[in-house]
């Protein structure tokens, strides 16, 4: 005779009685139900409508085109376009976000890119093509409307407290190795061939490589110091308001 308070493996969930049996006959989304972020999906997707679109303007006015995908800000960009559709998928469809180890570099990224145009003005990685209002285009959306975006997308329309301090030194793992392609990319580029550097800091021939691996060093640093700002940030700032299920203030009414 079988005993009934004896699990077999070989029978089906379907027979399970008790908390087991609640558990298995229980569907997924009703424990984790997938909301669905419109809004941020919206937001996501225009921010990679204008990466892209700066991208778009940039290539209509490269002359080089090796030179202008060897430009950090429309790699950032490319890469950034790429990640906030992925991500605007997500919220849409409702899925897991993606990770904040991507999502945190994509900001760190492009608000640096901002940073460094901003206080060290060069042409644009297009080249001295095109008309100045497309440049001008190009550099407004790049650098300025895409992190600003990022910025507030970031603050009102994610989670909070997703960073971790491995992070910070990791996402250094991409700007190390550009750093490093641009002054071994110069070295091996005709002197005073236009575009031989993508920063006036780092052209070890007006300066000597001591100065550019030094100004090199020093960029490591002001990358790292800005990802620990966004990780006090990302610490402290409160979680924004979200829409779905709630569990009732009697404590005995049904999830809201």
């Known amino acids: ?37 419109p809004l941020a999906a919206v937001l996501r997707v225009l921010l990679a409508a204008a990466a892209a679109t700066g991208i778009a303007l940039e290539i209509s006015r490269a002359t080089d085109l090796p030179r202008l995908f060897s430009d950090f800000s429309v790699q950032v960009g490319t890469v950034f376009a790429l990640g906030t559709l992925w991500s605007a998928y997500r919220a849409g469809s409702g899925r897991r976000p993606v990770s904040a180890r991507i ?11 901002a940073l460094l145009h901003h206080t060290h003005l060069v042409p644009g990685p297009g080249g001295p093509g095109g008309s100045a209002t497309t440049g001008t285009a190009a550099a407004l959306l790049l650098h300025t409307a895409v992190p600003l975006g990022a910025v507030l997308d970031w603050l009102f329309l994610s989670a909070p ?19 490093l392609f641009a002054v071994l990319r110069g070295a091996l580029i005709t002197p005073g061939a236009a575009g031989r550097y993508p920063w006036p ?14 100004a090199a060093l020093l960029c490591l640093l002001t990358l790292y110091a800005l990802a620990t700002v966004l990780l006090a940030i990302d610490q402290l700032r409160p979680a924004p308001p979200r829409p779905g ?12």
């Open 1 to 37: 005779m079988i005993d009934p308070t004896r699990s077999d493996p070989t029978r089906s969930s379907h027979y399970a009685t008790g908390p087991a049996g609640a558990s298995a006959l229980t569907p997924s989304s009703a424990v984790a139900p997938h909301v669905r972020r």
């Open 103 to 113: 999502t945190g570099a994509l900001l760190l990224y492009v608000v640096f890119a």
């Open 161 to 179: 407290r997703q960073y971790r301090l491995r992070h910070t030194w990791q996402w250094l793992a991409y700007p190390f190795l550009y750093l």
């Open 201 to 214: 800091f780092l052209d070890a021939t007006a300066h000597g490589y001591l100065s550019a691996l030094t």
């Open 245 to 256: 299920y709630r569990i009732s203030r009697t404590g005995i009414g049904p999830l809201k």
